[in-house]
């Protein structure tokens, strides 16, 4: 199977797939539960979130294994399980996404800031090359590290998987917009400083997730896109921003609105488009049907 970098030299746009942690808090995941023991405890639930994207024409599909490294798993008494689960994370995923379908390997942040002490650079990058050498076991063909908002720890990241794996590599931030209208991560990056600091890092595709509805993402890309013409651009959008009501957040965005935005945020420059929180098979079965269709 030809890679994803390869396909998008090619022209194709590609479908990633949507939400994760959603899906699995309606299937029952109780809050303070970890996720990811759900690869080795409830792996036909985490199966079927996967086969839902395949079925809705992603044509890649990611990995429980979002806070599947060292540092969060000791939040639950499961530092020691790090191959194990991701091992197992990447193979119900690669079940799911069978012989023509590309597993995203999934990286989230440590919860440790470098610039406050909390960790060294070395133990954050052996945190990263433990998650990731297992993913790739289990058969992931990409990383995808997200939600970044600290451009060291992603440089620490990407630098992680491109030395101890040979999987692709994806990195995508988090920006929110200023009351200035300016994108910006947590820690004040911009999409362009994004790129400027991480297109010569050996990454493979940037881009960004979460925070944001369709809409928003459709100006990040551009910037993104005026800074570097090149580099491959992953979009996963949010099903709007979250709403909060009676302890309950909820996500407005439909998979119509989604979709008819579709063409606007291609012409922008995104080369593969998913969903991050709240977006579900059935946005991702329209966001498939314009893509396949343009």
Known sequence: METLIEKIKKGKTLVSDGAWGT???????????????????????????????????SDMIETNSFGANSFKLAHFGLADRVREINVAAAQISKKAAGSNRYVLGSIGPTGKILMMGDVTVDELYNAFKEQAMALEEGGADAIVIETMTDLDEAKCAIRACKENTKCQVICTMTFEKSEEKVYHTMMGVTPAQMVIELSNSGVDVLGANWGN?????????????NENKNIPILIHANAGKPVYSNGVTTFKETPQQMADMV?????????????????????IKLVSDVINKK
């Open 263 to 283: 063409k606007k945020l291609i012409s922008s420059g995104a080369n593969i488009i998913g969903g991050c929180c709240g977006t579900t098979p059935e946005h």
């Open 23 to 57: 899906f699995l808090q309606k299937k029952g995941l109780a809050p303070g539960e970890c996720p990811e023991l759900w690869n080795i405890d409830r792996p036909n639930d985490v199966f079927d979130i996967a086969k839902s994207y395949v079925d809705a024409g």
């Open 213 to 225: 509805g369709i809409i928003d993402m459709i100006g990040i890309t551009e910037e993104i896109r």
